[in-house]
């Protein structure tokens, strides 16, 4: 099993910036994946950002030049700094892993951080 926790949440003034972090632990033998969904009340979890073991990245355009995703292989985090956030960012944000495994390749979740934008 992989386990993650995130950190970082909070309430923050729009405008303002926040940085999430998660670490992974346990039955990593390589992590190919580490990506941050979020899910807004009423709303289907959606991808953010994605980085995968070689650093290629991916962004929904909704925040493309606002978030930037990062991760430290040595210390299996993955990082999400978001800079102008706006209200419409508010939403819980999952940590994602894909994971080979003693047993296997699978998909781990974190069990979410709260992000709230207001004034």
């Known amino acids: 099993q992989v386990r993650l926790v995130e950190s970082g949440g909070g309430l923050v003034q729009p405008g303002g910036s926040l940085r999430l972090s998660c670490l992974a632990s346990?039955?990593?033998?390589?992590?190919?994946?580490m990506a941050w969904y979020r899910q807004a009340p009423g709303k289907e979890r959606e991808l953010v950002a994605r980085i995968i073991s070689g650093g290629t990245t991916t962004y929904a355009d909704s925040v493309k030049g606002r978030f930037t995703i990062s991760r430290d292989n040595a210390k299996n985090t993955v990082y999400l700094q978001m800079n102008g956030l706006k209200p419409e960012d508010t939403a819980v944000y999952f940590c994602?892993?894909?994971?080979?495994?003693?047993?296997?390749?699978?998909?781990?979740w974190g069990q979410g951080t709260q992000v709230t934008v207001s004034s």
């Open positions: 346990g039955d990593i033998v390589n992590i190919k994946v």
């Open positions: 994602y892993v894909r994971s080979s495994t003693y047993t296997g390749t699978y998909d781990f």
